[in-house]
């Protein structure tokens, strides 16, 4: 750089902060409450899970981006306050996920199953939900989960 005009050098010096400051707020991680839920099969069978709580824009903004795992037993819930047509995408969310779009007293309408990493394609409720549950990819179909189920747990509000 010593052969460029100082003016020049501090226009790029600015350039290279601001780029690294924005990469670094992008991949700023947002904190997220975590509560027990469980899935009710209509086989009856149970599986119990802990879910993070993503209940604003920002965290629903954010999701499980970035994250390089998961635990097994964990998954996030979204909650969108109100029943509506949700879509969703995997933009920047590195591991493979299973969407299950729920509605407002729990039950599963429709499940996406091993949503593909980085994949900008969207992914739709297939008509109005309140919830959205993301598990990692494979897990509906290890533990036999299927439209119809039902979701209980503190938010949903139908916890037993």
Avoid: C
């Avoid at 109100?82 to 007293?105: E, G, H, K, Q």
């Amino acid at each position: 750089m010593a052969a460029l005009p100082q003016m020049v050098k501090s226009a790029i010096l600015a350039l290279l902060f601001f780029t690294l400051a924005g990469a670094a707020q992008s991949q700023e991680r947002l904190t997220f409450t975590s509560e027990p839920l469980t899935i009710e099969t209509a086989s009856g069978k149970t599986h119990d899970f802990t879910a993070e709580l993503a209940l604003d824009n920002a965290q629903r903004e954010q999701g499980l981006m970035f994250r390089k795992s998961m635990p097994p037993e964990s998954g996030m819930l979204f909650d969108f306050g109100m029943s509506r047509d949700v879509a969703m995408w995997m933009r920047n969310t590195l591991i493979p996920l299973d969407m299950l779009f729920i509605a407002r007293d729990g039950r599963i309408t429709h499940i996406h199953e091993n949503a593909v990493p980085h994949s900008e394609a969207i992914i739709s409720s297939r008509g109005p939900v309140n919830f959205v549950l993301e598990l990692n990819g494979g897990t509906a179909k290890r533990y036999g989960i299927k439209p119809g189920d039902m979701i209980r747990s503190a938010q949903i509000g139908n916890r037993k």
